[in-house]
């Protein structure tokens, strides 16, 4: 995804903890996962905006957490964003190639994984998306 940040001059900052992480899950399925949650942020991000990735443990779950700068989600269309086919209507709509179904996907593998996806506000003024797993199952 390198590359596509860079030709959107979109400036991505990650930081994860300096030992490797173990988490058991299906690879392909964590990929799309990951895929669908970076095409969001590429598709939605304002030119010359961030994204940032960080990557924690916590006592028995890892904490994945993808902010990014504006455009943001209004307050109450957050917790609607997992809902398949929901789109919101403003700058984060369909003229931007959104069918709605990315971030229902993205929620049917991480509840298939035993974790947790959430939506909130990002201090960089756009979407934040908190992922939870647990390190075993």
């Known amino acids: 995804f ?9 400036t991505v900052e990650y930081h994860a903890p300096n030992q490797p992480l173990t988490l058991f899950a299906d690879p392909k399925r964590l990929r799309q996962l990951l895929a669908n949650l970076l095409n969001n942020s590429l598709r939605y991000t304002d030119p010359g905006g961030r994204v940032r990735i960080d990557l924690t443990e916590e006592a028995d779950h890892l904490l994945l957490r993808l902010q990014d700068s504006a455009p943001g989600v209004p307050e109450d269309a957050l917790g609607r964003l997992f809902e398949r086919l929901f789109r919101l209507e403003d700058s984060r709509n ?10 229902a ?33």
């Open 2 to 10: 390198r590359d596509k940040f860079s030709a959107h001059r979109l």
């Open 94 to 103: 369909r003229a931007h190639g959104g069918a709605g179904l990315g971030l």
């Open 105 to 137: 996907i993205c929620k049917s593998i991480v509840e298939a994984h035993d974790g947790t996806i959430s939506a909130g506000t990002s201090a960089l003024g756009g979407l934040e998306i908190t992922l939870s797993f647990p390190k075993t199952r």
